[in-house]
């Protein structure tokens, strides 16, 4: 079994999958699509380079995230690498210890040939090397659900990582934990507005999912604590298990005590001791 005291870290990235996503998170949807054939053709031409370097990866954010639920025994990112814009990644990626697989561009092998690949690696890795904690998937299709579902059988810890709004809802449920690549540490967000803000400002405006998490959370630990002033981290942790793509980073908060605190209608901080209290607000109770 592994040993959850010393934690292990083995992470597989679809790089083409995240590069393509946070090319159209930054430009709009189906934007890469649209300049693929021009990308192709010649990166170097001004305008695509400066989209290309708009929409440039964080590939250290994405490596220290992982590191941080433990030591990485190795590092695998998924491409065709003779492709220019990922190839531009390589220097960096090698810096960073990452191992680098060739997905051939031919015809029959071109489709979901990272997301086979990348699964019978996973696999193949955790037999392997039983002593892995932890399983990290940077993608977004959910052909890796089936994935997760294995390494979670398998007594792993499987984090996700992909980017908003091009992630699966079921690639996200499948994990532990999933965190969007917008709201890692480093990374920059897109600040151009996309044709669906206006969408995106209603969506806002309807009622704040954060706030029914909370309070389901709050309710659930209550039935189960029979008590009424709960451990704020014991509160997280329940919140990650109904929703793993939970970050309070994603509401805008920089820690978990601000964003309950952002929610005073739903509950009630106690900040008089070491440990951070909370519980459900006096007319909820």
């Known amino acids: 079994m592994p040993d959850l005291q010393h934690p292990r870290v083995a992470v597989y990235l679809d790089f083409d999958n995240i ?23 010649d990166a170097t031409a001004p305008d695509i380079a400066e989209r290309l370097a708009a929409a440039r990866i964080d590939v250290g954010a994405i490596i220290d995230y992982a590191a941080s639920f433990g030591t990485l025994v190795l590092t695998r990112a998924y491409a065709d690498w003779s492709n220019p814009v990922n190839g531009d990644y390589r220097s960096q990626l090698v810096a960073r210890a990452v191992d680098l697989v060739q997905l051939f561009p031919a015809a029959a092998y071109a489709k979901n040939g990272a997301d086979i690949r990348l699964a019978v690696d996973t696999v193949e890795d955790l037999f392997r090397l039983p002593d892995l904690t932890h399983v990290v998937i940077v ?35 499948a994990c532990d934990q999933f965190e969007a690549y917008d709201t890692l540490p480093g990374v920059v967000r897109p600040t151009t507005e996309k044709p669906d803000a206006t969408a995106s400002r209603t969506r806002r405006k309807a009622k704040d999912p954060g706030a029914d998490l909370l309070e389901r959370a709050l309710r659930l630990e209550n039935d189960k604590e029979d008590a009424q002033w709960l451990h704020a981290s014991e509160v997280k942790g329940l919140i990650r298990r109904l929703d793993p793509a939970f970050s309070e980073r994603a509401y805008g908060q920089k820690s978990f005590t601000d964003f309950v605190k952002a929610h005073p209608t739903v509950a009630e901080v106690d900040e008089s001791t070491n440990i951070v209290l909370i519980r459900l607000a006096g007319d909820r109770r």
Not at 21 to 40: E, F, K, L, M, T
């Open 19 to 41: 590069v393509m996503s946070w090319y159209d998170r930054v430009h709009g949807r189906n934007s890469y699509a649209r300049d693929r054939q021009r990308i192709s053709e």
């Open 139 to 173: 993608a977004g299709d959910s052909d890796y659900v089936p994935l997760a579902q294995r390494s979670k059988r398998l007594g792993r810890f499987v984090v996700g990582v992909g980017v908003a709004g091009s992630t699966a809802k079921s690639l996200a449920a």
